[in-house]
C-alpha cells in the first residue's frame, strides 16, 4: 500500500516516464514462483508491486511464474493469492500463469531462429561449465554450433519439442555476443528440454522457456510498464532489453516495458532461502510451511502477526538500490506498538507456584476489577477471582534473592496485581528440594490501595486464584537460526547448521483465566508482565508468543 511507503528512487524515474510519455498508464505485475510459499521477503516486492501502481493510478497483474514444473504444484498457487489478499491487496481480473503463454514464446523463438537470432546447440551442462567453452573474462565463449543452418536449427527445435531426444541433448541459445563482458549475454540458453509434468499443462510441453527468456515476453503481453524486480536481475537488464527488442511483438511503447532493480529485504537471523525453507518443511525440523517460527507469511500469521504490522515494517524499511541487513527487532516493534493498543490484557502463569493466604478465609471468593487495556478506555474492566489459594509465577520467588529483588521473597511483601499486600512467611519444600507451597499472610486492608502507615511496596506481580483458571500450553518462540547475518555462512557450513535449538520452547501447564479455554483461534492478547500471545490454528489450548513485552529497540 502506497501510506506505507515512502518516496523512493522508482517513483523517479516513474515520474520521468509519464512526463515524457503523455498517455502511458503504470502498469506492474508481481510475478511469484508457485513452488512455494511467500515469505515476508516477497512481501517487500508485492509491495513495491501494487503500492507503485497504486500510487500512479495504475494497476497491477498477479502471474503465476509457472515456467519451471520441477517442484511448482496448485497447493502453493493458492497460498499464495490468500497470503496477498490477507495483506490487502487485489488483482481483481488481471490473474495470469506463465504457462499460459507456451504456443506464444515457442512461436517467437521460432521467430528469433529464422532471423538468424537463436540456434540449437548440442553442449552439455558440463560443458557449459568447462572454460573451454565458457571462456573468461579476457576469452569469448565458444559453440562449434553457433553457425549450424537455420534450417537445421528449424528442424531440431521442432523436434525438441516432438519429445524426440533426452534431457541435455540439445538447448536453444540466443544468438548475441560469445565476447561479452557481462556473462548473461554469452548466447544465453532461452529453451531446455525436461521431462517433468506441468501443474497445468500436464505432459503437454517437454521444452520450457528460461525465465530471461519467457519474463521479457511474458511483461509485454500484459503491456506492463514497469517491471520492478530484485537487484540481482540487474546484470540480467541488458538479456530482458534484448528480448524484449529482438522477438515480434508490436503494440509497445520503444523501450518498454522497463526493467528497474531494487535492493532484497534482508532480516537479522532469518534465512529467506526457498530452497532452505522447504529442507526445513520436508526435514521435519520445523511441522509446515506455516510453523510460527518460518518467516514465510502463513506462519507469521500462524504466529499472530498481523497484515497491517507487516505493511507498517516494509514501509519503514524503505526502498533501496543497495542492500543493507534489517534488524529483526524492528519488525518485532512494529507489531508490539500495535498490539500495545489492541491487545487486551489477560492473566496468564507460566510456571505456577501454590500461594496460600494463611488468613484469608478457605470459603470466600472475592473479586477485583481490572483494566481490559489501559491503553484503550473504551476496553472497559473485567472481574478476576481471588481466593484463599493463587498461583503465581516461579520467576516472581526467590528464597535467595539477589540484590534489588522487590518480588516475593522470605520475610518480604509484595503487591498481588490488583489486589493485596502480602507477606511470605514459610516455604514448603517437596522431596526433590523443590518448592511446593509459599504460605502468606494478606493486609486484608489493602485491597486494591495503599497500606494505611504509608509504607512502600516496591515489587507488584501477577496471580491467579487456584479455583478459576485453567491448564494451558505455551508455546515460546525465539529467532529460528543463530546466525545474524544470514549472507555471511561460512561456505563449509550449511544454514542447517545454525538452526537454534531454543526455537521452540514448550511451557505445559501454564495457568491462564478461564475465559481464555473459549478464545477464538488467531484471537491476540497480551499476558501482562509475560509478552504477547496469539490463540494457535492447529494444536488446541495452546497459545503461542508474538513477541516479548518489551524490547531495546528504537
Known amino acids: 500500500m502506497t501510506e506505507t511507503m515512502d518516496r523512493n528512487f522508482i517513483w523517479d524515474f516513474i515520474e520521468d516516464d509519464l512526463a515524457n510519455n503523455p498517455g502511458m498508464k503504470v502498469h506492474t505485475r508481481f510475478p511469484p514462483e508457485p513452488n512455494g510459499y511467500l515469505h515476508i521477503g516477497h512481501c517487500k516486492a508485492l509491495c513495491v508491486d501494487f503500492g507503485t501502481a497504486r500510487k500512479f493510478g495504475g494497476v497491477c497483474n498477479l502471474r ?77 565463449a565458444v559453440s562449434p554450433w553457433r553457425d549450424r543452418p537455420i534450417a537445421e536449427s528449424l528442424d531440431l527445435f521442432e523436434r525438441m519439442k516432438n519429445g524426440e531426444f533426452p534431457e541435455g541433448k540439445y538447448t536453444l541459445r540466443a544468438k548475441i555476443d560469445l565476447a561479452s563482458g557481462n556473462f548473461c549475454m554469452r548466447d544465453p540458453v532461452i529453451y531446455r528440454i525436461k521431462y517433468v509434468e506441468h501443474h497445468r499443462q500436464g505432459t503437454k510441453w517437454c521444452i520450457f522457456p528460461m525465465y530471461d527468456f519467457a519474463h521479457p515476453i511474458q511483461d509485454a503481453l500484459e503491456n506492463i510498464t514497469h517491471s520492478l524486480c530484485s537487484l540481482e536481475y540487474e546484470i540480467h537488464r541488458p538479456l530482458y532489453n534484448w528480448v524484449r527488442d529482438n522477438v515480434d511483438l508490436p503494440g509497445n511503447p520503444v523501450g518498454f516495458p522497463r526493467q528497474i532493480e531494487f535492493a532484497r529485504l534482508n532480516i537479522t537471523y532469518t534465512v529467506l532461502s526457498k530452497r532452505f525453507l522447504r529442507g526445513l518443511v520436508e526435514g521435519g525440523v520445523v511441522d509446515g510451511w506455516d510453523d510460527p517460527r518460518m518467516p514465510t507469511l502463513c506462519g507469521l500469521r500462524r504466529r499472530g502477526y498481523t497484515a497491517s504490522s507487516i505493511l507498517d515494517f516494509i514501509g519503514r524499511t524503505g526502498v533501496a538500490k543497495s542492500d543493507s541487513l534489517v534488524d529483526i527487532r524492528q519488525l518485532e516493534a512494529c507489531l508490539r506498538d500495535e498490539l500495545n493498543a489492541t491487545a487486551p490484557r489477560r492473566i496468564a502463569v507460566q510456571k505456577p507456584i501454590k500461594v496460600i493466604v494463611d488468613n484469608y478465609p478457605a470459603d470466600k471468593t472475592e473479586y477485583f476489577e481490572v483494566s481490559n487495556n489501559p491503553q484503550d478506555s473504551e476496553a472497559g474492566t473485567r472481574k478476576v477471582a481471588f481466593t484463599r489459594e493463587l498461583w503465581i509465577d516461579e520467576d516472581d520467588f526467590a528464597e535467595v534473592p539477589p540484590p534489588k529483588f522487590f518480588r516475593m521473597k522470605p520475610e518480604g511483601e509484595v503487591r498481588l496485581m490488583g489486589a493485596y499486600i502480602v507477606k511470605c512467611n514459610e516455604v ?127
Not at 92 to 102: A, I, L, M, P, V
Not at 120 to 138: K, M, N
Not at 448 to 464: F, S, V, Y
Not at 526 to 550: A, E, M, S, W
Request: net charge negative.
Open 428 to 554: 514448603i519444600k517437596n522431596t526433590d528440594g523443590s518448592v511446593k507451597e509459599i504460605h502468606c499472610t494478606a493486609d486484608l486492608e489493602t485491597g486494591n490501595g495503599m497500606p494505611a502507615d504509608g509504607r512502600k511496596i516496591k515489587g507488584t506481580i501477577h496471580w491467579l486464584s487456584a479455583a478459576h483458571c485453567e491448564d494451558v500450553t505455551l508455546h515460546l518462540y525465539n529467532n529460528l537460526t543463530t546466525l545474524e547475518n544470514p549472507s555471511a555462512k561460512p561456505d563449509d557450513k550449511d544454514y542447517t547448521d545454525f538452526i537454534n535449538p531454543e526455537s521452540k520452547i514448550v511451557v505445559e501447564h501454564a495457568k491462564v483465566e478461564p475465559p481464555l479455554k473459549d478464545a477464538k483461534v488467531g484471537e491476540q492478547f497480551q499476558f501482562v508482565r509475560t509478552g504477547y500471545f496469539c490463540k494457535d490454528t492447529k494444536y488446541p489450548n495452546t497459545f503461542n508468543r508474538i513477541v516479548t513485552l518489551k524490547d531495546s529497540f528504537k
Open 64 to 140: 503465476m511464474d509457472d515456467t519451471n514444473p520441477a517442484k511448482e504444484d496448485t497447493e502453493y498457487v493458492d497460498a499464495i493469492m490468500e497470503d496477498i489478499h490477507w495483506l490487502g491487496f487485489n488483482w481483481d481480473d488481471r490473474f495470469f500463469y506463465g504457462s499460459d503463454y507456451f504456443e506464444k514464446d515457442y512461436e517467437l523463438a521460432v521467430g528469433l531462429i529464422k532471423k538468424g537470432l537463436a540456434y540449437v546447440c548440442e553442449l552439455s551442462a558440463e560443458q557449459f561449465r568447462d572454460p573451454q567453452y565458457c571462456g573468461d573474462l579476457t576469452h569469448p
